[in-house]
Structure formats: structure tokens, C-alpha cells
């Protein structure tokens, strides 16, 4: 599932810089807690119903799904004790777990599944990822723990539609799923079940003695709302937390030295997510693409990388990562050219008025970037980006906002000029939910608003397809428009940036990062709080 990131360095996959796990030759001991650092608060805790970094962390953590990914993105099984694929992988076949339970007791069965699936195929659901059940030609529920689906055609994302979470039918078949007051006390079937809620202070979580794959060795998850960076590293240099995503100054400069590297484990890699400057294509000003190529001429990415990262990043042009097969190699970001900039702007009808700023039919370009407050990274980029337009007749105004609202005044509703926000990035390159037209109405994704039919039918078709070589050829040429009409401008993949206290053991760096079996993260009896 696609989440607003609201931080860029929190549990983001593929470890690079890994080292040998600790106490790998040690036995593991059940007890302790953790205590992570959250910037935002989460907005609902029905997986379905948000799509922000911080709701969607908590509630990886509650539910459970008929498949998952592995520790090398291979997707294997979950829930599901059988899953078989057939006819050119038109037609699969589920059989879940015997035995499995809802955190409260009730069974979980292929009800919950078909319940599950037609609460996402129902219109009246304010959710942004419907788009995959629908594609589902024939749901069939064939026994108390088997179910059955037919696609019309190969789709690509048809395994990965039942990675989805299951929700629970005996809780939400009565409820009203839009307000329903689950989303702040879920009942789930995941690893951890929710035991505290304290509004703008703290997430409690319990080892759920019930999940079906033994539970968890650590006794409880808390979650820290922390809506500073800078306080959060304060408080893990003080102990008050156990997992915290490091800028890259602090990454750099401010954990060296034998104390912590004798108290805390630092991690880095290329973080599956970018961060860019979305524009509202409803806004009279970003409404030419002349203008958006023009704004993204005036940002040199590199000063970005380097000023506001310490060159903790790469450059980005597009929503793919570097050296995934997927990444269109042929195109570049655009190259830092104010004079071309300039032309283009004019071109555009866009003219310096008497203090510079440049004016047309009346109206001064002078707009707002919104950032989310407590990101002191994104942040440092707003300045820049100021500073870079300001240079080529642009006036920009700097808002930060606190995230709960970042997301329910703004985001959700389109009433921004440009913001700066980051998106995960998937394993499989589908990015519908996203881009295409659909997502812009209602409760969809692309709220910048970007609608090109050419995108539309690329996006249908890759989704579609099971062929790599023709997937490649049309999220090339998908990339190739972007590019052109950039109604985001890409700006960087940063480097993740994670440390972790040096008493959790059972970390075992993989491709799928390093909090893919947190589950299985365990503290020494001696040190457990």
C-alpha cells in the first residue's frame, strides 16, 4: 500500500550498509518493550481508510493478510496455507490457516476475507486503494476457510491485492466504516494488539498472545508522538528511545565515538521512498506546463542533496529508484539552468513587475509551499526552493503546519498551493493509485490533481500485464511524460538513515530492510526495562 511518508527515515526496506545481527548466537528471551519516535500522529487505524507513514506503521503491526513478502520481497504466504495459481495466472485458489483468531478470540475465516473484499468494492468506502479488488472478474468464498478469484486477463498486482490486511466482519459488519470508532481501538490479528491510545502523547502496544506465528518476544511497542526531529534525537542521546531515524547531520557528526557505538547500531541505505515538490494543478500558476518545466529548471538538486542532506541522497527525477528494473535510464533530472528558466517563464506570459516578481494579467507569482511541521529536513529544502525561485522572479512563502491537520485541512481537501511530502516506493512498479485520473476525485492519491489520458491507458496496461519487457516499455514511456509535464518536481532519494539501541537483538539486515521481523527482535532479560 502507497503511504504519505511523514518523516523520510523511519522503517524504509533495503539495507545496504548491514552488519552481522547481534546476539545471533544467543537464545531468545521473551520481555522487555521498545520505544520508538513518532513525528505524527496516526489518522485511523483501519488500514484502508489512511494513507499516511504514521497509521500505516502502527497498523502494519495489528493485522495480518492471506500473503506477505519475504525478507528478499519474494511474496509468500501468511494467513493462507495454500495458495495456488493457475490458467497463465488468470484463476488463484486460498485456503487459510486453521486455528487462526481475532486478538479478542473470535475465529478468523474466509468470511472475514469476503467481507473484507466487498467492503473495498464498495463505493460508498472512502478508500484510496479500492482499485486492485476491483479488478477481481469473480470473488468466490468455496468453504468456512477457502475463497477463489478470477481475473479477466493477467494482472500484475493480483498476488499482491491479497497481501491487503484482513479486516474483522464480526466488529465491522454493523459499523459505520467511515466513522466507526474502530479506527482508534482496532481489533486485529497481527503480532501486537493495541492496548493504549493517549491522544498527542503516546501509542501503546501488547504482545497479541494469540498470533498464529508465536508471540512476539518483546512485551509492548510504544510509540512516542514527538513532532520534532531534534527533540526526538534529544531524547534517544537521553535513553527515552530505542529506535530513531537520524538526519543526516546527526548521522554524520553527532553519533561518533566509542559511546555510541558501544550503546547504539547505526544503519544506511537507500531509502524506497522520494521526496518532492507537488503542485496543485488547479492553481493558476502551475496550470502551464512551461511554468512547472521552468521551476524545476531553477532547483539545483544537487544543492539540495548537499545542503539540507550533507549529500545523503540522490538526485530523482521520476517515482522509481535507482537500479530497479523499472527506472527509466535514459532520462535525467533537469539540469540547474535559471536563464532557461527564465525564457520559459516568459514564454508563459509570466513578466518581472516593478520589485522583480514576475506578474501576469494582473496576478503576482507568489505562492506557498506547505510543510509539515517538525520535519526539520523538508523544512531546510522549502528555504532553498524559496531562495532558488526567488532567483528566477518567483516569490514563495513558507507554511508549516502540524501533520493531523498538514493532511485533513490540506491534503485531503486540495486546498494547497505546492507542498513537500515523500511516497514510499513499491516493489512492483504499479503507482495507479497515484496517477491515474480516477485517484484525483474523492479520497484518491493524486491530489495534484494530474490527469492525462495517454498516463491513464499506460497505467491500465501495465497493471495488466504479467510480461516485464512490456511492463518496462510502458513505465518508460510513463516516466518519459512525467518528466515532461512534471507536475511534481522530483527532487531526491535520500539515504535511511535508522539506529537502533545495541540491546535488540535478532536484527538480521536484508533486502526487505531491517524491521521486517520485528516481531522477532528480542531484548537480554538483564537489560529489559
Request: aromatic fraction near 14%; charged fraction near 25%.
Amino acid at each position: 500500500m502507497f503511504f504519505l511518508a511523514v518523516a523520510c527515515l523511519l522503517l524504509l526496506p533495503a539495507a545496504e550498509d548491514a552488519f552481522a545481527a547481534p546476539g545471533a548466537d544467543r537464545q531468545p528471551e521473551y520481555g522487555g518493550k521498545i520505544l520508538m519516535g513518532s513525528i505524527g500522529e496516526p489518522s485511523n487505524l483501519i488500514p484502508y481508510l489512511a494513507s499516511d507513514s504514521a497509521s500505516a506503521e502502527v497498523a502494519g503491526l495489528l493485522y495480518t493478510s492471506p500473503l506477505e513478502y519475504d525478507k528478499n520481497f519474494n511474496i509468500i504466504k501468511c494467513a493462507a496455507e495454500e495458495w495456488e495459481v493457475s490458467e497463465d495466472g488468470t484463476f488463484m485458489r486460498f485456503k487459510l490457516k486453521e486455528g487462526l483468531v481475532w486478538q479478542d478470540g473470535h475465529p478468523l475465516t474466509a468470511d472475514d476475507v469476503t467481507f473484507t473484499y466487498n467492503l473495498m468494492i464498495d463505493p460508498k468506502t472512502p478508500t484510496a486503494y479500492a482499485a486492485d479488488f476491483l479488478n477481481v472478474k469473480e470473488y468466490r468464498q468455496t468453504g468456512p476457510l477457502s475463497f477463489e478469484v478470477r481475473y479477466d486477463a493477467p494482472y500484475a498486482r493480483a498476488a499482491i491485492t491479497w497481501m491487503h490486511p484482513i479486516l474483522p466482519r464480526h466488529v465491522l459488519e454493523h459499523e459505520n466504516i467511515a466513522s466507526t470508532r474502530y479506527a482508534r481501538n482496532p481489533i486485529g490479528a497481527g503480532p501486537f494488539r493495541l492496548k493504549s491510545w493517549e491522544p498527542g502523547s503516546r501509542i501503546v502496544l501488547e504482545a497479541n498472545e494469540r498470533y498464529f506465528k508465536g508471540r512476539p518476544y518483546l512485551d509492548e511497542v510504544i510509540y512516542r508522538i514527538i513532532p520534532d526531529t531534534t527533540t526526538m534525537f534529544l531524547e534517544a542521546r537521553a535513553g527515552r528511545l530505542d529506535f530513531v531515524g537520524l538526519s543526516p547531520q546527526q548521522y554524520l557528526r553527532q553519533t561518533g565515538g566509542e559511546w555510541w557505538e558501544t550503546h547504539w547500531n547505526k544503519y544506511k541505505y537507500l531509502a524506497s521512498g522520494y521526496t518532492y515538490l507537488g503542485l496543485n494543478q488547479k492553481s493558476p500558476f502551475f496550470q502551464d506546463r512551461r511554468v512547472r518545466q521552468a521551476l524545476s529548471c531553477a532547483v539545483d538538486r544537487q544543492g539540495i542533496i548537499k545542503g539540507a542532506l550533507l549529500g545523503m541522497g540522490e538526485a530523482a527525477f521520476g517515482p522509481y529508484k535507482p537500479g530497479t528494473w523499472v527506472y527509466n535510464t535514459s532520462l535525467k533530472p533537469y539540469d540547474y539552468d535559471p536563464e532557461r528558466a527564465r525564457r520559459l517563464l516568459a514564454e508563459a506570459g509570466w513578466l518581472p513587475g516593478k520589485d522583480g516578481v514576475l506578474e501576469k494579467d494582473g496576478l503576482r507569482f507568489e505562492f506557498t509551499i506547505l510543510v509539515n511541521q517538525g520535519n526539520n529536513e523538508r523544512i531546510k529544502v522549502a528555504v532553498i526552493l524559496q531562495q532558488m525561485f526567488r532567483a528566477v522572479g518567483v516569490k514563495v512563502s513558507i507554511r508549516t503546519v502540524e501533520w493531523a491537520a498538514f493532511l485533513k485541512e490540506f491534503v485531503y481537501t486540495r486546498k494547497f498551493d505546492a507542498l513537500i511530502l515523500a511516497w514510499n516506493i513499491l516493489d512492483d512498479p504499479d503507482i495507479f493509485d497515484v496517477w491515474h485520473s480516477s485517484a484525483a476525485a474523492g479520497n484518491g492519491l493524486n491530489f495534484v490533481g494530474f490527469c492525462n489520458e495517454e498516463v491513464d491507458r499506460l497505467l491500465e496496461r501495465g497493471r495488466a500485464s504479467a510480461d516485464r519487457a512490456e511492463r518496462k516499455r510502458l513505465y518508460d514511456r510513463f516516466q518519459q511524460i512525467l518528466h515532461e509535464e512534471q507536475p511534481y518536481l522530483f527532487l531526491y532519494v535520500p539515504y535511511s538513515l535508522p539506529m537502533v539501541q545495541s540491546k535488540f537483538h535478532g536484527i538480521e539486515p536484508a533486502p526487505a530492510g531491517i524491521t521486517y521481523n520485528f516481531d522477532r527482535w528480542w531484548v537480554p532479560r538483564a537489560l529489559q526495562q
